[in-house]
């Protein structure tokens, strides 16, 4: 919600549990905002204290100290929380209007009272069965008009609610788990409870979450409930955590609930990858599609359009390419459906700006064809027929869904006949129906609400005064939407659950996110994946190229080999880091070992050569290069290997011929320009090496100057390769030299 410096400051001394201060900093707040009336509450938690501490002054002893002092600062969170909340409201048009609203009029908003509206409007419905047609179909329609206003007020007035009392927190968890209260409403008033205890958190609220969530028997409220305590969790604040941990302890060790957790935290992941995903669609697959014009989409599928183009006459299996392109288009698309991908948001995401979502609430509630923005439709029978086919068999979430029937419900008068009769069997461009087992299983549930719940993040208007939980600050290593990365699941049973989480990570190429993971491992819990996945970061990171972080990746990797000691990976990690720092010589030793243990991989048997010729014994390297060039011909880098061990034994009209060939290649890279301009060098023909080392440069940098061209050609061939050249009795007046007649090469062919 709104932030205030003063208020984030209150805060930060709470999590402190620094009360004195955080009394002092909220009565300073309080006295540049009187309107709020912060300070007879206030002044009766610091009279408490300074009661306390006297107490304590004086040399009596207190055995509920701690447990006092906690209370206190519980207080004081509470009245920091509903004066952030109505600091908020005053400062926000937006925040104004919803909280004002439902707040006139002199409702009853106990929730007593509201459980008995909403298990009279069950009574309702089930009472209609004994009215006669038509007047049950019109007083169907009353009701759901009557109670749709009522839960549209009742999720305002929820998710602007102050802090609960216990009182209230207890008959809220009562009434969501009531059998008594229909499934819809509870899933609504659970988003309401999740969107308030986002913004301002409330440990009650967090507690109905999470008890609702463990004793719920229907899956849909089950699940909202889930996703619902997991994202306040980051909202709760240092002093929030050991009871949170408390709460959530006995979930933690139920197996069943870990797995889920991992599921929930890898389709957060996905949902933030929408757009992406909607890139891909748009730029690699859509185009596809379009290109292959001569097709059309029926009811029978794929088909190709009537005509006899002289096309067709000439090269008839062209239509039969076309297919299998569109089909293989499709089925990308599908595949990344089923892998999780949200790949609906694109197209949807234009369809958010219908009235209907003007109103916060329409954005999480659950689809149903009695909504009154959409039951119209449903009373005309043959649109009835098409849009529950739709609604029912494609996997829209339900904020889609209810786009997808308002727009219907404009343009189901212009749609070709062809098209209806499509819609009408389920049929949406190829993509395929979800079956109900599918539909009722937790993880489809929980799916399709994630992704309502990101649109709404996503496209809502007045979003931006929210908290968004998926939101991320990657300079502070915060990611909204990673929770395996908050705090309160450090050193829980949790933690063997971080290895799924981060491999999926790497999967998907969130090396960030993953570093943010990995700094949540308890000193306990750092098991063998933990030193993997850390040395493999380290590895990964762009200063190690230069070899920086090389000592300590390799500290990983053996701590991994401490655990594991003939792990193939663990020793191949550790082969590369030590090599990244310079430590040919254990490098060397360790891809020897890979080479025992796997004596099939060549890739092995060629970095112990690699590590031979930097350690200046090129000349051991030889039978096996030349085993592997003659086992493996073509293979680039064997070549490049073999060439650069016969340039460091002398060997240079054979290097001259390998890098050649290297370097006519279309896979000419720089480093082979490079190599072959010092072979060249080494082998006495100067002009053939400045001309190497010039191409090197041109196609390295581009047009350079002649500064720039000193510059790059010391730094990257003279310093780098120094101990080469030296072996070689090429003197430091060599270098000036060449230097000049390389520069002379750059700046010619730029004329």
């Not at 200063?543 to 000592?551: L, R, T």
């Not at 082969?575 to 040919?584: I, N, V």
Request: proline share 3%; charged share 25%.
């Amino acid at each position: 919600m709104y932030n205030d410096e003063d208020l984030e400051d209150v805060f930060s001394l709470i999590d402190s549990m620094e009360l004195s201060g955080a009394v002092d900093a909220l009565g300073a707040f309080a006295s540049s905002h009187p309107e709020l009336g912060v300070d007879s509450p206030l002044r009766d938690i610091s009279d408490g204290y300074k009661l306390m501490l006297d107490y304590w002054s004086r040399g009596f002893k207190d055995e509920h100290l701690e447990r006092v002092y906690r209370d206190m600062l519980w207080r004081l969170y509470r009245l920091a929380a509903d004066t952030a909340l109505r600091h908020a409201v005053a400062h926000s048009p937006f925040l104004a209007s919803v909280h004002n609203r439902v707040r006139t009029g002199g409702r009853d908003w106990s929730v007593q009272a509201l459980r008995t509206g909403l298990e009279g409007f069950v009574s309702d419905l089930a009472m209609l069965q004994l009215e006669p047609e038509p007047r049950r179909t019109a007083r169907k329609r009353e009701l759901h008009r009557a109670h749709q206003q009522l839960m549209n007020d009742v999720f305002d007035y929820l998710w602007t609610s102050p802090q609960w009392a216990d009182a209230t927190a207890e008959a809220m968890e009562e009434m969501l788990l009531s059998p008594t209260v229909d499934a819809m409403d509870q899933q609504l008033m659970l988003s309401a409870v999740m969107l308030g205890c986002m913004n301002v958190f409330d440990m009650n609220k967090f507690r109905v979450l999470v008890q609702v969530y463990r004793r719920s028997a229907d899956e849909q409220v089950r699940q909202r409930a889930l996703v619902g305590w997991v994202l306040s969790l980051r909202r709760g604040g240092g002093l929030a955590r050991a009871e949170q941990r408390d709460i959530l302890a006995p979930l933690l060790a139920d197996g069943a609930v870990r797995q889920e957790l991992v599921e929930l935290q890898i389709q957060l992941l996905y949902c933030v990858s929408a757009e992406d995903d909607n890139h891909t669609i748009q730029k690699e697959i859509m185009p596809d599609l379009l290109k292959n014009n001569g097709l059309s989409i029926t009811p029978n599928g794929i088909e190709e359009r009537d005509g006899d183009s002289i096309e067709d006459i000439l090269h008839p299996e062209e239509a039969e390419s076309r297919m299998e392109r569109l089909e293989q288009s499709f089925r990308k698309m599908i595949d990344m459906q089923k892998a999780g991908s949200d790949i609906y948001f694109g197209g949807f995401s234009q369809m958010k700006r219908f009235p209907f979502f003007d109103s916060v609430s329409n954005w999480f509630v659950p689809f149903y064809i009695d909504h009154p923005a959409i039951s119209a439709i449903y009373s005309q029978v043959g649109e009835s027929r098409m849009v529950r086919s739709i609604v029912e068999h494609v996997p829209f979430c339900d904020s889609d869904k209810y786009s997808f029937v308002i727009a219907f419900q404009q343009v189901v008068g212009k749609l070709p006949p062809n098209i209806k009769e499509m819609l009408a069997g389920g049929n949406v461009a190829g993509m395929e129906a979800v079956g109900s087992g599918e539909r009722n299983s937790a993880a489809y549930v929980r799916r399709i609400y994630l992704q309502d719940l990101y649109r709404f993040f996503r496209l809502f208007p007045s979003r931006d005064i929210l908290y968004n939980p998926f939101g991320q600050e990657p300079e502070d290593m915060k990611y909204n939407y990673l929770f395996f990365a908050n705090n309160v699941f450090s050193g829980t049973l949790l933690e063997d659950k971080f290895g799924e989480v981060a491999s999926c990570l790497l999967k998907r190429n969130m090396r960030a996110v993953l570093s943010a993971l990995l700094a949540n491992y308890s000193e306990e819990g750092r098991d063998y994946y933990y030193y993997m996945l850390t040395g493999d970061q380290m590895l990964h990171h762009p200063q190690m190229a230069a070899g920086v972080f090389g000592n300590t990746a390799s500290a990983f990797f053996a701590k991994a080999l401490s655990l594991r000691p003939d792990d193939v990976k663990a020793l191949s990690g550790y082969a590369r880091a030590l090599f990244y720092c310079g430590d040919y010589g254990k490098a060397y030793e360790t891809y020897c070992r890979l080479a025992e243990l796997k004596p099939g991989n060549r890739n092995y048997v060629l970095d112990k050569c690699v590590c031979l010729v930097n350690m200046e014994r090129s000349e051991e390297a030889m039978a096996d290069l030349y085993r592997l060039d003659y086992e493996h011909p073509g293979d680039r880098r064997v070549g490049r290997v073999l060439a650069r061990a016969l340039m460091c034994t002398g060997r240079h009209d054979k290097a001259s011929k390998a890098y050649s060939e290297l370097c006519a290649s279309a896979e000419c890279e720089d480093e082979d320009l490079a190599n072959r301009g010092l072979n060249e060098w080494l082998g006495g023909d100067k002009q053939v090496a400045a001309a190497c080392f010039a191409d090197y440069i041109r196609r390295h940098y581009g047009n350079v100057g002649l500064d720039e061209c000193r510059e790059h050609f010391s730094d990257d061939i003279l310093a780098n390769e120094c101990s080469l050249l030296e072996s070689n009795g090429v003197t430091s007046t060599e270098h000036l030299l060449m230097t000049d007649l390389v520069c002379e090469a750059v700046l010619h062919k730029m004329q």
